[in-house]
């Protein structure tokens, strides 16, 4: 018999078992938009660092954009950049990775 995956948000992980994350790694193929808008209290309240694949050809499928990630992330006052290329906007690359830190 097989039975049904349950998914729960970062959010609702981190109340049910008392998390305080200090680095949150994503990497979920295109559904970023979706894990960071379950995270949203972790993001407010802890302010981890946060490292994250970014694939607008990936992101497009689920109507979201790498543009829209880093505009969350910076409207939380973190400071979002491209790890292999800090000169770079972030965010804009068909694939590509992201690094957010959290303002000091």
């Given at each position: ?24 790694k994503v990497d ?32 497009e499928s689920f ?37 957010c830190l959290p303002?000091?």
């Amino acid at each position: 018999m097989i039975g049904t995956a349950q998914s729960l948000s970062l959010d609702e992980l981190a109340e049910m078992h008392d998390l305080s994350p200090a680095l949150i790694k994503v990497d979920v193929e295109g559904v970023e938009a979706l894990v960071f808008a379950g995270a949203r209290c972790v993001l407010e309240q802890h302010q981890p660092v946060v490292i994250s694949e970014i694939s607008n050809v990936l992101l497009e499928s689920f109507d979201a954009t790498g543009r829209d990630i880093v505009a969350m992330f910076e409207a939380l006052s973190y400071r979002v950049i491209d790890p292999f290329d800090p000169r770079a906007v972030p965010g804009i690359k068909d694939y590509g990775e992201i690094l957010c830190l959290p303002a000091e």
